[in-house]
């Protein structure tokens, strides 16, 4: 019994919690960001470098059944065509890079929040002697050290 006590003390501590939150948004994030390079980025891309889908990019390693040109990844793969899909790649690249990004600018701005943040220096308790240059409490009026008047704030 005290194994399970001790794994549900864990299981429900802050930081656990926190890290599975984060991690099921970064996983639905990772699906947004697929979507974004796939449906929106590519395709303007391919269309400036000539009609180019990027994820039809391919090179038949050994052919299947038939040897033939395909013309997608997917009639390849279905003749059982062994391929090296390099447009994937590109993709997977371009969805890292926008994802790598999105954490920089989360982070960066996150430290500035943090910076922000930070509390000020607690007001000074001493002051200095102008005439001793001893340190002595800010509240005096003469200086315990050369008794010298001290000039009022």
């Known amino acids: ?3 399970m006590k001790e794994f549900r003390e864990f299981a429900v501590k802050g930081n656990v ?3 599975a939150v984060g991690i099921i948004i970064g996983a639905a994030f990772g699906t947004i960001v697929k979507s974004l390079v796939a449906d929106v980025i590519m395709p303007p891309i391919g269309l ?3 009609n180019v889908d990027f994820s039809n990019l391919f090179i038949v ?3 299947g059944a038939e040897a033939a040109e395909y013309a997608t990844l997917a009639d390849a793969q ?6 090296l899909n390099y447009g994937m ?3 997977t690249v371009i969805s890292f890079l926008i994802v790598a990004f999105a954490i920089f600018i ?3 701005n996150i430290n500035r929040l943090k ?7 607690p007001p000074a308790t001493t002051k200095e002697c102008p005439h001793c240059f001893s340190t002595i409490n800010i509240k005096a009026v003469k200086c315990p050290h050369c008794t010298s008047l001290l000039p009022s704030a």
Do not use: K, S, W
């Open 1 to 3: 019994m005290g194994m």
């Open 17 to 19: 919690v926190d890290m």
């Open 48 to 50: 400036l470098l000539g």
């Open 61 to 63: 390693l050994r052919h």
């Open 78 to 83: 279905a003749a059982g065509a062994v391929t």
């Open 89 to 91: 790649f590109i993709n």
């Open 106 to 108: 989360l982070v960066r």
């Open 115 to 121: 910076r922000g943040e930070a509390a000020p220096p």
